[in-house]
């Protein structure tokens, strides 16, 4: 019988057990949470990295955790984890307001709240911990994901159209397409494809 491959999401909950004692010395403890590998809702352009859901959403009271796929270093991975645990402990009531500020500073994480990331202390207790859990499960089972605007990324030229006598341009929803450039409102005549139309 083949083994079962480890999971990102396993890996994530193994890491919050070894980030667990960070919080219980800074007098926080880390409630029951569910770990996974995906696109922020609040995601844009790939900006945010990471999530957490208040127990009030999710239907057996568990803050629900999501760890952007733009990530794949263990250490930002665990960074962006310790973040979303902070709003775990706070259940996402102040979200970065005061009590989230006090619960991040205790545990390490140092700039703007909102962006709070692991300052020179907690980061290197938490490249300790990604060695650990490569000694122990192996790398993080992930590799890195383009995703916001860069996934729509193209070669083909954006279709437009362009009056051959005052130049006037418009660019060109993909779907009117079919029916053929508009006509100047200026000149009064059909206006010449720019860019990609596709094949004619």
Same mark, same amino acid.
């Given at each position: 019988?083949?083994?079962?491959?480890? /999971?990102?999401?396993?890996?994530?909950?193994?890491?919050?057990?070894?980030? $667990?004692?960070?919080? /219980?010395?800074?007098?926080?403890?880390?409630?029951?949470?569910?770990? $996974?590998? *995906?696109?922020?809702?609040?995601?844009?352009?790939?900006?945010?990295?990471?999530?957490?859901? #208040? /127990?009030? !959403?999710? =239907?057996? =009271?568990? &803050?629900?955790?999501?760890?952007?796929?733009?990530?794949?270093? #263990?250490? %930002?991975?665990? @960074? /962006?984890?310790?973040? %979303?645990?902070?709003?775990?402990? @706070?259940?996402?009531? &102040? !979200?970065?307001? $005061?009590?989230?500020?006090?619960?991040?500073?205790?545990?390490?994480? =140092?700039?703007?709240?909102?962006?709070?990331?692991?300052?020179?202390?907690? !980061?290197?207790?938490?490249?300790?911990?990604?060695?650990?859990?490569?000694? %122990?499960?192996?790398?993080? #089972?992930?590799?890195?994901?383009?995703?916001?605007? *860069?996934?729509?990324?193209?070669?083909?030229?954006?279709?437009?159209?362009?009056?051959?006598?005052?130049?006037? +341009?418009?660019?060109?929803?993909?779907?009117?397409? +079919?029916?053929?450039?508009?006509?100047?409102?200026?000149?009064?005549?059909?206006? %010449?494809?720019?860019? @990609?139309?596709?094949?004619?």
């Amino acid at each position: 019988m083949k083994s079962i491959p480890l /999971t990102r999401e396993a890996w994530l909950l193994f890491a919050v057990g070894h980030i $667990a004692p960070i919080f /219980t010395e800074a007098g926080y403890s880390i409630p029951r949470v569910r770990v $996974a590998c *995906a696109i922020p809702s609040t995601a844009r352009r790939g900006s945010a990295v990471g999530q957490c859901w #208040p /127990t009030s !959403r999710s =239907q057996d =009271q568990v &803050n629900e955790i999501y760890i952007s796929p733009v990530h794949a270093d #263990p250490v %930002e991975v665990l @960074d /962006t984890l310790t973040h %979303e645990l902070v709003h775990a402990v @706070d259940d996402c009531k &102040n !979200r970065h307001g $005061a009590e989230f500020k006090k619960i991040a500073l205790a545990v390490g994480l =140092q700039g703007k709240m909102r962006e709070a990331s692991a300052g020179p202390a907690l !980061r290197s207790r938490l490249q300790t911990i990604a060695a650990t859990l490569i000694a %122990e499960l192996g790398p993080y #089972p992930h590799a890195k994901l383009t995703v916001g605007a *860069a996934m729509y990324e193209s070669s083909r030229k954006p279709a437009r159209a362009e009056c051959p006598h005052c130049k006037f +341009k418009v660019s060109m929803l993909r779907s009117h397409l +079919k029916l053929g450039p508009p006509i100047c409102p200026k000149d009064l005549v059909p206006m %010449e494809k720019r860019g @990609d139309w596709g094949s004619d």
